[in-house]
């Protein structure tokens, strides 16, 4: 049995982990890489086609992005997940496509004008639509065989709805090994959704992120009371509360609060303010949680349900579903709060927001959620004094806030609680999902206050986990370290690179298929292959 680091080693975003078990090819996540990229992914070491299954942890598009790509180049399924994880995955990767068709074609008008070649999305709706069609839902505490020897089984993970560890049983004639991968592990006493559950298994190995590895949250601030206090200073001044947020997830939870403020009466001389949600995926999702709620809230939101109160909802709750109706927003001068999306700034309406509210003094950009290194979002936060935005320099005035109260992310204390929970001493601990200094770092603390042999892998490391041993090493070189004009070539072209590599992967498996066909049919499609390539053999 073997497992292989593909992305998010050393890194925050595009989560993708390779298990050989078996004689099966399991994926664990297969997430799209976000903001700046310090180390290349790996590339996929064998052909979508012949990966068997992939385990998904959670919708996040930094951990199922690249499903659809998958897809494309061959991968029939089934991703295993739990129930609301694909349900959420269902808006999440069509919003994905949708994000990514309109900016390419934007990117591609632009290009056009300027006398350059257009470019292709990394994939279209078709191929999300192909993806959702092999979401296999399962529930939490069940063990389920899902291949020949591989059982796995979930537990909430805490971090969003649906969100889940995942323990991978593996029995290669008789030896058993266990692997668990922790997910994104959430915070403690979040809005909505449960703690993360603690591991209540011995196992052989765990994969575990570090998003905070070497942080901690804190006491638990009075978050709806500081909330309220940014509210009202920023409406007495005539600004906006500008809130840039997950549309899945964070945006439920901040609406959690939000509803509680409004019904305490946190904020005074603004009666019944507007607050809008401009985010047509956040509309979506926000459907979904109020669907789902009741079997995976927590208690306090349970209770709300039963008592007849809707947790997300609330006088005042506006939504912008249209692009017209996005743009009304600024041109009313009532203080309002706006929440949209991304999250990290990167993509969607919110920098439409941007652009309207950075430059009042009068406006607040609230930050509540982690801003991964190379986003608008980080950039705004470390106290840029100006931004582009649609090619427009904006200068930033505004008050810029960032609350930590609600993080989605366990710090190191529940990272800690979390592994000392195992009955037993793994084998090994595999910490990734962290930037650079947080892997290595949370390696070494997990093995000096746990005991647990502990190691941050690079993305290719690959390991024997019968044996315990390192088969290699990984991809050590920084992109940051080759020279600009190559890293500057991987870093944009790669994704579209990609999508090629799988093109010509989906046709080496055709002609594997075409085996046997008549000789007459081989040579045609030989001459079509040779004529394809003598044309962009440049
Ligand atoms: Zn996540």
Redesign the pocket.
């Known amino acids: 049995m073997r497992m292989q680091f593909l992305g998010a080693a050393r890194e925050v975003t595009g989560s993708c982990t390779l298990l050989h078990a078996n004689g099966h090819k399991i994926l664990v996540d297969c997430g799209m890489e976000q903001g700046k990229d310090i180390y290349e992914n790996s590339d996929l070491p064998c052909m979508p086609g012949d990966i068997d299954c992939v385990l998904l942890t ?1 919708a ?1 598009i ?2 199922s992005g690249k499903l659809p790509l998958l897809a494309a180049g061959g991968f029939k399924g089934p991703i295993y997940t739990s129930i609301p994880t694909a349900k959420l995955c269902g808006i999440m990767l069509k919003d994905s496509a949708h994000i990514q068709e309109v900016e390419t074609s934007w990117k591609s008008r632009k290009a056009m004008r300027a006398g350059k070649e257009a470019s292709a999305p990394l994939y279209t709706m078709e191929d999300a639509m192909a993806a959702i069609e092999l979401l296999k839902p399962l529930p939490y505490h069940e063990a389920v065989e899902v291949l020949d020897g591989v059982s796995v089984k979930l537990r909430d993970a805490g ?2 709805l649906g969100s889940a560890s995942i323990e991978v049983i593996v029995n290669e004639g008789g030896n058993v090994t266990k692997v668990l991968f922790s997910g ?1 592990l959430g915070n403690r006493n979040r809005p909505l959704i449960r703690d993360p559950e603690m591991p209540n298994e011995a196992v052989d190995y765990v994969v575990i992120e570090s998003t905070y590895g070497t942080r901690e949250h804190g006491p638990r601030a009075d978050y709806a009371g500081q909330l309220a206090q940014l509210i009202q200073t920023t409406f007495d001044k005539g600004g906006n509360v500008v809130i840039p947020a997950f549309a899945v997830g964070r945006t439920q939870e901040m609406l959690y609060v939000i509803r509680e403020i409004k019904e305490k009466g946190l904020v005074t001389g603004h009666d019944n303010f507007p607050v809008w949600v401009d985010s047509p995926l956040a509309i979506e999702a926000t459907n979904i949680y109020s669907q789902d709620m009741l079997s995976y809230c927590d208690e306090e939101t349970a209770a709300l349900i039963r008592a007849g109160v809707n947790p997300i909802r609330f006088p005042g709750l506006e939504i912008a579903l249209t692009s017209d109706q996005s743009k009304a927003i600024n041109e009313d001068r009532t203080p309002k709060i706006i929440l949209s999306a991304s999250g990290m700034c990167e993509a969607g309406r919110i920098r439409h927001h941007l652009k309207h509210n950075l430059w009042r003094p009068e406006s607040t950009i609230l930050f509540v959620g982690y801003q991964a290194v190379g986003t608008l979002g980080r950039a705004v936060l470390d106290g840029a004094t100006s931004v582009k935005l649609f090619g427009e320099e904006i200068s930033i005035r505004a008050n810029i806030v960032k609350m930590e109260g609600i993080s ?1 992310h366990a710090d190191r204390p529940i990272l800690l609680d979390w592994l000392s929970a195992l009955p037993e001493k793994p084998k090994k601990v595999f910490v990734n999902h962290g930037e650079e200094s947080s892997c290595e770092e949370f390696a070494e603390t997990v093995w000096k206050e746990l005991g647990y042999g502990a190691e941050a892998p690079y993305n290719g490391a690959l390991y024997d986990l019968v044996t315990n041993t390192r088969l290699a090493d990984g991809n050590r070189a920084k992109l940051a370290d080759l020279a600009p004009a190559e890293a500057k070539k991987q870093s944009s072209a790669s994704a579209v690179f990609d999508r090629l590599v799988l093109a010509g992967k989906k046709l080496m498996a055709v002609i594997e298929r075409n085996r046997g066909s008549s000789n007459k049919d081989l040579g045609k499609f030989a001459d079509q292959v040779n004529a394809l390539a003598g044309k962009w053999d440049k």
């Open positions: 959670h996040h930094d951990h971090h969003l994104d989605g």
